[in-house]
């Protein structure tokens, strides 16, 4: 994206050369390698057992990729909404320094005809309205004019100074509203470019993971489809964390997909953004933005419903379902199901 600019005054006009929102997401996966740096390739496994554990580290660069492609798309949504703003802001501005400067020159016509009639009447100053008086009353009438064509004078340049003191403000504005936007324009071109290479790095690591998965046993695969039983008893709590955990519930069985977020299948915060959405929350898309949201509560507080994360940085969140358990979208090859808050994992949770 580029703000293309005329040569002298003003004269700036903004305009995005490359497509953002949906088609710039459209747009990056048919941009070209080496949009980022490359990604070391593991050795290939020499067996099954080889391959599930390579997977395992794999797969959580995968999803630590995936949540960074969801924070450079969120990046790259506000500075494009921030781009819009202050591209809105720029016409006013333009329009006010316009209308200052033809207003200045209303005034700058006035001073020239007031200053005209002075040097065509003669009436420069006391002594040539002495020099030119016959008598004493004419050079009262004089003078009395004289004063009269000076206080115009005076209220005309007055006046011609304060419109060029707000012409000088106006440009300033406007001149100040092109460069916000022109730094807005920056910034979202390089949000773009920071998602074009997430996701480019994240694919290379999901393709990677699924070419691990396929060298699994079928058990295997079983196994971590599968999740652990849920608390003891039913969830209790009120708060919009207890009901978009019910909501979660409702999705229990769906598989995991990279950067999902449902109906049919999710990724980690692809589920607590579409549970929380479902109260009435709405969250941003990935784990470390939702990281930052509500209340910071620690590994001894946690109450249900409050979001649990993982990694550092964070790369996984859950909702905590009570009983040591949470509810989230595992990984590749898994379903939504309750598993054991791992407290060696986690790096802390949120309460909205």
């Not at 747009?27 to 099954?48: D, E, S, T």
């Not at 065509?120 to 004419?138: I, T, V």
């Not at 969250?283 to 550092?312: I, K, W």
């Amino acid at each position: 994206m580029s703000l293309r600019r005329t040569p002298s005054g003003f004269g700036r006009s903004i305009r995005r050369v490359v497509p953002t929102g949906a088609l710039a997401i459209v747009a990056i996966l048919v941009m070209v390698a080496g949009a980022g740096p490359a990604l070391a390739q593991p050795p290939p496994p020499g067996n099954a057992s080889e391959a599930k554990k390579q997977l395992e580290t794999v797969q959580k660069e995968a999803e630590a990729l995936t949540e960074q492609w969801h924070a450079a798309k969120d990046t790259l949504d506000a500075r494009t909404d921030e781009l819009k703003r202050l591209r809105e802001a720029v016409e006013p501005a333009k329009v006010a320094l316009e209308s200052a400067q033809a207003e200045e020159e209303t005034y700058r016509k006035q001073v020239d005809v007031v200053a005209a009639s002075t040097f065509e009447s003669g009436n420069l100053d006391q002594f040539n309205a002495l020099l030119a008086s016959d008598n004493p009353q004419e050079f009262l009438d004089q003078m009395s004019a004289l004063e009269s064509i000076a206080s115009d004078y005076r209220a005309a340049l007055d006046q011609l100074v304060e419109r060029v003191d707000a012409t000088g403000r106006a440009r300033s504005e406007a001149d100040s509203a092109a460069e916000r936007a022109q730094a807005a324009a920056d910034e979202a071109d390089r949000a773009e470019n920071d998602l074009a290479a997430r996701k480019k790095d994240a694919e290379i690591r999901i393709d990677e993971a699924e070419k691990l998965l396929a060298r699994l046993t079928p058990q295997e695969r079983r196994d971590r489809k599968g999740g652990e039983a849920g608390p003891s008893g039913p969830i209790t709590g009120s708060g919009v964390g207890a009901k978009a955990l019910q909501a979660a519930i409702s999705q229990m069985g769906k598989p995991y997909g990279w950067g999902d977020t449902g109906p049919d299948s999710f990724d980690c915060s692809g589920l607590t953004s579409w549970a929380f959405k479902r109260v009435g929350v709405t969250l941003p898309r990935s784990s470390s933005q939702q990281a930052n949201v509500g209340q910071s509560v620690s590994f001894d507080e946690l109450q249900v419903g409050d979001l649990v994360f993982y990694y550092s940085p964070v790369s996984h969140v859950g909702i905590y379902a009570g009983e040591g358990k949470m509810l989230d979208a595992p990984q590749t090859g898994g379903t939504v199901g309750y598993r054991t808050v791992s407290q060696s994992a986690f790096t802390g949770a949120r309460r909205l």
